[in-house]
């Protein structure tokens, strides 16, 4: 068995001044896929010319079904045997709208088949797999993590945030990540620096637990991915964070979801939550509650995995004024 989860879109995305500059950090919820593999009756035993066939349920994971071949061919080289059987994927994370499904079906899928087969899937493995199937956000690490999705390799681990609430909406369709990652990003060189201060900022934030100013960022960041892809509802949604006291807006920047950030400690919690879902239904027509997810101590044990975070901002070159 394999599970990983899924995220809210992002605290933050966009381009930072360096050659493959695409980025995220990622904002994990309590949202979750369970993968199983059963390898055939049989598998592992004796030797072929080829691997067994893998099935997927649903007959329509059909990236996770990709994943999990790749997987029993490297099992076959590296013990000559075999290996194959049935991959079921069961995801409560809706598709198609920016929250990581299809990197959390792939990386529950990798857990999974790997630990039937015997199999080292440490995140760098990983990702290499990955890297052949599509861009894909860093929910492989228990921790909030910057990431180049579009090379699938993580940038560094910023760390953990206390819980929040995310009062989210959906603004209807859907976005295929594949394709939405061939569009041309319209950044300017000013852009990238800003994102490249921007990650520095939530860098910061995340380490001092600041999450007045984490959703200061994610609410730029917001505004600054209206360029590439544009939301209707995100100047009513700031509209009624600032009417209930929330602490920003986030949203899949690849997708269709937005939220209001809210801080799960506050007092005023209850009344805040209460009237943001009633405003945000008004909205939208329909609202989901989402949970934040906290790492006692699976920062640490990220950051021991993690190449060096964006180093400091007067390092980026030709800053401009």
């Known amino acids: 068995m394999g599970a990983a989860f899924g995220t809210f879109g992002e605290l933050l995305q966009g381009v930072l001044p360096e050659e493959d500059g695409d980025f995220l950090v990622t ?3 309590a949202r979750w896929t369970m993968a199983t593999f059963r390898p055939e009756p049989g598998s592992g035993s004796g030797s072929g010319s080829g691997s067994r066939d893998v099935v997927v349920r649903p007959a329509g994971k059909t990236k996770a079904l990709r994943l999990a071949r790749a997987i029993c061919e490297l099992a076959e080289r590296q013990t000559g045997l075999r290996a194959g059987g ?6 409560v994370i809706p598709e198609g709208k920016g929250l990581a499904s299809s990197s959390a079906d792939l990386v529950a899928t990798a857990r999974a088949v790997g630990q039937a087969l015997r199999v080292e899937m440490p995140p760098a493995r990983i990702e290499r797999l990955l890297a052949d199937i ?9 921790a909030i ?9 993580l940038r560094g681990v910023l760390g953990s945030l206390p819980v929040m609430a995310v009062v989210g909406i959906d603004e209807g369709g859907s976005v295929d990540t594949v394709d939405f990652n061939r569009i041309p990003k319209p950044f300017t060189l000013a852009d990238r620096h800003e994102y490249a201060r921007l990650l520095d900022r939530l860098a910061c934030a995340v380490r001092r637990r600041d999450l007045a100013e984490v959703g200061r960022i994610a609410t730029r960041s917001a505004e600054m ?4 892809r544009h939301k209707w509802s995100l100047e009513p ?3 009624i964070c600032r009417e209930v006291g929330g602490l920003g807006v986030a949203v899949a920047h690849s997708g269709t979801a937005l939220g209001i950030l809210l801080d799960t400690d506050d007092p005023s919690y209850t009344r805040r939550v209460s009237a943001a879902a009633q405003a945000c239904g008004e909205l939208a027509g329909g609202v989901t ?14 950051a021991a ?3 060096a975070l964006t180093p400091a901002l007067n390092a980026w070159p030709e800053r401009p004024a």
Request: aromatic share 8%.
């Open 27 to 29: 904002l994990p919820v």
């Open 86 to 91: 049935t991959l079921r994927v069961n995801s």
């Open 134 to 142: 599509e861009p894909t956000d860093g929910v492989l690490y228990p």
């Open 145 to 153: 993590v910057a990431f180049h999705h579009r090379t699938v390799r």
């Open 225 to 228: 991915n209206q360029l590439l």
């Open 237 to 239: 949604m700031r509209e």
């Open 289 to 302: 509650v989402y949970r934040t997810l906290s790492f006692p101590g699976g920062a640490a044990a990220g």
């Open 305 to 307: 995995q993690s190449p």
